[in-house]
């Protein structure tokens, strides 16, 4: 027990480390934001298996292909469309994952959750519709699935009002904002403070889904 808390602890410093020096690089030198960037996914996939017993295959993969849309979005330009493609992965498979948790869930709180979220989606295309011009199936079908995820998350938490719920909630809306902030910046008013904004939302998204999967596998040990 002693030596799984200390790896935890390692592991999680060495996490904060890399995002403490992603952030300095994205203020101060680029190279440093390049290098760091890949690092976020790797240590925080090294932060879940050293918290967890039984690893759940799908949360891996999920971040799996995290890491792949973080590489492939540092060549903003050549593999945009492919950044896009991978992230669209790891949200089905968060989808795929936070259905597990369903129990039973009435027709009444599914068009309850489905409400903020379908006005998300439809006031955000909205805005940016006219600045897509190519992109404009692939940003509405992940514009969809990114919003599914939030369905499914508002779902699980007014199943039941449980800490590990509030946090994958909260960590898929921080991630519907980053994703947000990237079309705002890609096709609607490009500033360069977004990039700040976007790391952040994102990193603290994933680490929040990563704490409520390690809780709930802690439950079930």
């Known amino acids: 027990m002693i030596v799984k808390q200390k790896s935890i602890t390692i592991a999680s410093l060495a996490f904060l480390a890399i995002v403490m020096l992603h952030i300095i690089g994205l203020l101060f030198n680029a190279k440093l934001a390049f290098i760091s ?26 971040l799996f292909f995290s890491f792949w849309g973080d590489v492939l979005l540092l060549f903003k330009e050549q593999f945009f469309v492919f950044g896009l493609a991978s992230f669209l992965l790891a949200h089905v498979l968060y989808i795929k994952i936070t259905v597990a948790f369903f129990k039973k869930i009435s027709l009444q709180k599914i068009a309850l959750a489905c409400l903020p979220f379908a006005v998300f989606l439809f006031s955000f295309l909205n805005l940016i519709k006219d600045n897509l011009g190519e992109f404009k199936i692939p940003v509405f079908v992940y514009g969809t699935v990114i919003s599914i995820f939030g369905v499914v998350s508002l779902l699980n938490y007014m199943q039941e009002k449980s800490t590990p719920n509030s946090w994958l909630l909260l960590g898929t809306i921080l991630f519907i904002t980053s994703d947000s902030l990237i079309a705002i910046n890609k096709f609607y008013s490009p500033k360069e403070y977004y990039q700040i904004c976007i790391m952040l939302t994102y990193i603290v998204a994933q680490y929040l889904i990563c704490k409520a999967m390690i809780s709930k596998a802690c439950l079930q040990e």
Request: charged fraction near 10%.
């Open 37 to 62: 960037k890949p690092l976020l996914i790797t240590l925080l996939v090294i932060v879940y298996l050293v918290s967890v017993k039984k690893a759940n295959f799908w949360f891996v993969s999920a």
